[in-house]
């Protein structure tokens, strides 16, 4: 397949050349007319002339003697009937044909590269004889020639120029295409951070760099995304599926009672439905950044639901749960709502000592709902760092369950938060944990 460097050079060459054989073409027709008229010209002025010397005696005409300078490049004929009165140096066959112009009509005659014209001599309205003026083609021929070779010539020199031409500014044109090409052949699968760089926009090339430069963004948040979610996924199931195999190697190892046997199973459960919430959790992510339609939901019921998903985990330490708030809709998908409060829940519940309140009301366009806590709270310098994913606060007085999460619990409901059009924050004042979800409303 031909580049698409010589497609266009192929286009400008042709479109090129198609006029500059028109203008050839057009230029030797309209010289060769000229040249005729010029030609005709010279006879008419030749006959004219003769015509004005002549004198008629005793009804015979006398041709006016010509100067002897201009004797030899004179080609005039002089016929009274069909006697010729004065006659040039001219070939044979160029004679004969002035000859038959003799008593004929005005008209002219061409004859071995001279062309004749015949004028009849009239006086008092009776003709007396003819006159026959002859001028040589061949300086006109020949120059007809040389301005044909030479308009062709200049065409095909024209053409080169502009083959030339053409190949270098579309060359130029297109470098930023090849530099395009090379660098992209260059980057491998790793490279999600390089981009073609060509600076603002200014032409169709530019654009389509800035374009992709665009494109490549999306691409390498995408590809991010997926980075971050194998990690979260692993990450966060790393801990209750090692609480898993640890309570099944023991019970393999160590002859159990009846109760204790109960209390592994019930770890393991706990451990199970952990993993299930984290799934839930992620699945829900995943789906809102494919499919960011937008439906509306009460996120009061959410809110419950949520806090429903987290009971055993507030009866194991000894949490009491609860909302305040009337029915209020917010333009997000029910189970990613629920998904948000989730994390905060559970993590409200692991720091808190006795009491965590969750709270939902309507400001303007946005619905802002509040997870408070009575633990220790969340220190000034890591209210943005906690939501880095595996980040995990320090607080003071933090318990020792309070630890085992991979600390992507906030990370995820920020992400779900801003996947809707929200954003999950840590509020600036109050004792204890305090964190606060906008949502759009609907």
Known sequence: ??????????????????????LTIGFNIVLEDRLETDAHNVLLSRAAGELSGLKVEHGTLVPAEAPEANA?????????????LERPRASAAVDRAAASLANGPRRALDADSTRLYAVPVVRDGQRLGTVVSGVSLEPYEETQRTALVASVIVALVSLASVAAVAWWLISRALRPVSLMTSQAADWSERDLDRRFSLGEPHDELTQLAAT????????????R???????????????????????????LRHARDTDE??????QVLQSANQMNRILDTLMAAARAQLDPQRTTSDVVACARAAIDGCAALAAEHGIEIQLEGAPVRAAADADLVERIFAPLIENACLYGRNRVLVSVRR?????????EDDGPGVAPGEREAIFEPGRRGEPGAATA??????GLGLALARRLARTAAGDVEVAADGPGGSFVVRLPGA
């Open 212 to 223: 992709l430069d665009g494109l490549l963004d999306r691409l390498a948040g995408t590809l």
């Open 72 to 84: 030899l490049d004179s080609q005039i004929w002089v016929f009274q009937g069909n006697r010729v």
């Open 1 to 22: 397949m031909r580049s698409l460097r010589g497609r266009l050079l192929w286009s400008a060459v042709g479109a090129v050349a198609v006029v500059l054989a028109a």
């Open 261 to 266: 046997y109960r209390a592994g199973f019930e």
């Open 363 to 371: 400001e303007g366009p946005q619905v802002l709902c509040a997870v």
């Open 225 to 251: 995304h997926e980075q971050r979610f194998s990690a979260e996924l692993s990450h966060e199931l790393r801990t209750p599926l090692a609480n898993v195999i640890a309570e099944a190697q023991y019970a």
């Open 401 to 406: 369950t309070a630890t085992r999460g991979a």
